[in-house]
Nanobody, 116 residues
Framework: QVYLVESGGGLVQAGESLTLSCAAS????????MEWYQRAPGKQREMVAS?????NITYADSVKGRFTITRDKNTAFLQMSSLKPEDTGVYYC????????????WGQGTQVTVSS
């Protein structure tokens, strides 16, 4: 079992920055990658950034150049800058199944609201 706790959400104005954190605990040996998903109002969750423990990093096109995902041991961070109203949503931390086998894990989410 892996437990994920997100923090750092809040209300900001467009153009401002925010950093989210995701702390993992439990059986952290199951973690090979950590991802951030956004669930915008009325939409399904979409991945915005992913970091594999081997170093591979990917971003959604909508956040490239504005968001940065990093990791320190079993804590993942999402540095969000030049925030836009469309970045509003609940941000979830996600651990995919290691090597595609087994279950995945989700955090409870943290709300980010960007006002225009």
């Amino acid at each position: 079992q892996v437990y994920l706790v997100e923090s750092g959400g809040g209300l900001v104005q467009a153009g401002e920055s925010l950093t989210l954190s995701c702390a993992a605990s439990g059986n952290t040996l199951l973690i090979h990658a950590m991802e951030w998903y956004q669930r915008a109002p009325g939409k399904q969750r979409e991945m915005v950034a992913s970091i594999a423990f081997g170093g591979n990093i990917t971003y959604a096109d909508s956040v490239k150049g504005r968001f940065t995902i990093t990791r320190d041991k079993n804590t993942a961070f999402l540095q969000m800058s030049s925030l836009k109203p469309e970045d509003t949503g609940v941000y979830y931390c996600h651990v995919p199944p290691p090597l595609g086998v087994g279950r995945d894990y989700w955090g409870q989410g943290t709300q980010v609201t960007v006002s225009s």
